[in-house]
């Protein structure tokens, strides 16, 4: 039996609802009605829920950004938290 730790994590594709691609995610390049998981902007998304306890939206924004080297507004962030 193995732990979720072990498991790395299986970010489903999703079917494209509007203009905007949401953060972690990117057009497919076969099926431009397809959004593609990014891993590691998903996963940094994961981590910034447990930042959030002890910082700011601002501070854990410009974490993100400097993480993944995608922008990421504290508004924005605050979207992608509540939509995951």
Known sequence: MTSLMEQPNQFPTKRRKS???????????TDDKILEP???E??????AKVYLD???????????TKKTGRYISHVGLLKAINRY
């Open 19 to 29: 203009r905007v691609i949401p953060f972690g995610y990117k057009q497919s390049e």
């Open 38 to 40: 990014i891993q590691h």
């Open 42 to 47: 998903l996963e940094a998304l994961e981590q």
């Open 54 to 64: 002890n910082s700011s939206y601002r501070e854990v924004a410009n974490w993100v």
